[in-house]
């Protein structure tokens, strides 16, 4: 049946969409394939009712799609983004693009600061205000001050400032510098930074588990929803003929 298979073709468009970060053509792309299947379960009820497994978990993904795409007005740089990222090097990784996944893992660490620095001091760490960093980054970046006495931090520094203001993340990130230099170093040596040689599938694991052991950010509560293919070999085929 044609109909159901276009349909299930809008999803798989939005689950796509979602892998590439273009989050609104996703949220689209999948209410419209969840409304189409919703239009032709009056028609074909019975075909359409063995997908029911399948939309259920279909549904709670554009719910959590639909928080991202709320959490924050500047550039949705939020912890829900996080999370989707980290979720997202989970998928890389299950794929074996093993560098793609740390590169995510570290865009994650850098956006838990930016959303950090976003919900405290309503800034960005590109342009922070100079006159507002503790005494020991002023010493730091004196001779790096630029436009309108703004700086702008790397992601160390971000959570060094973070620690100062008694931040959950900066304290976690201080606690746990060693641990974290460790997905520094290998992120920097991986393909997709400055290195030669691809990391393995172990020194992801270790990576990962190191970073949702800190954070407590675990990209598994993430999952796409899979479609049992059974579900679909009767659909609309007359086994008669």
């Known amino acids: 049946m044609s109909s159901i298979f276009k349909c299930?073709?809008?999803?798989?468009?939005?689950?796509?969409?979602?892998?590439?970060?273009k989050f609104e053509n996703s949220l689209k792309s999948i209410n419209s394939g969840i409304n189409c299947l919703n239009r032709l379960s009056e028609l074909y009820q019975?075909?359409?009712?063995?997908?029911?497994?399948?939309l259920?978990?279909?549904?709670?993904?554009?719910?959590?799609?639909e928080g991202v795409l709320n959490a924050s007005?500047?550039?949705?740089?939020?912890?829900?983004t996080v999370e989707e990222l980290v979720a997202n090097a989970l998928r890389r990784a299950e794929e074996g693009k093993y560098?793609?996944?740390?590169?995510?893992l570290y865009r994650a660490l850098e956006m838990i600061a930016q959303s950090q620095f976003i919900k405290i001091y309503n800034q960005s760490t590109s342009k922070f205000p100079y006159d507002k960093l503790c005494d020991e980054l002023k010493e730091r970046y004196s001779g790096k001050i630029e436009k309108e006495n703004?700086?702008?931090?790397?992601?160390?520094?971000?959570?060094?400032?973070?620690?100062?203001?008694?931040?959950?993340?900066?304290?976690?990130?201080?606690?746990?510098?060693?641990?974290?230099?460790?997905l520094l170093e290998q992120r920097n040596k991986s393909i997709m930074a400055h290195g030669i040689?691809?990391?393995?599938?172990?020194?992801?694991?270790?990576?990962?588990?190191?970073?949702?052991?800190?954070?407590?950010?675990?990209?598994?509560?993430?999952?796409?929803?899979?479609?049992d293919p059974s579900a679909l070999i009767p659909v609309g085929i007359d086994w008669g003929n």
């Open 99 to 104: 560098d793609d996944a740390v590169a995510r």
């Open 150 to 182: 703004t700086v702008d931090l790397g992601c160390y520094s971000a959570y060094k400032q973070l620690s100062i203001e008694d931040n959950k993340y900066g304290k976690l990130f201080m606690q746990n510098e060693i641990k974290i230099k460790s």
């Open 197 to 227: 040689t691809p990391l393995s599938k172990k020194k992801f694991e270790n990576l990962y588990d190191e970073f949702v052991g800190i954070f407590g950010i675990d990209g598994k509560k993430i999952k796409f929803a899979k479609l």
């Open 56 to 65: 259920k978990p279909i549904k709670e993904n554009a719910n959590q799609l």
């Open 73 to 80: 007005p500047k550039e949705r740089i939020s912890m829900e």
């Open 46 to 54: 019975e075909d359409v009712s063995r997908l029911n497994d399948f």
């Open 8 to 21: 299930l073709k809008k999803i798989a468009e939005g689950y796509r969409n979602w892998d590439l970060f």
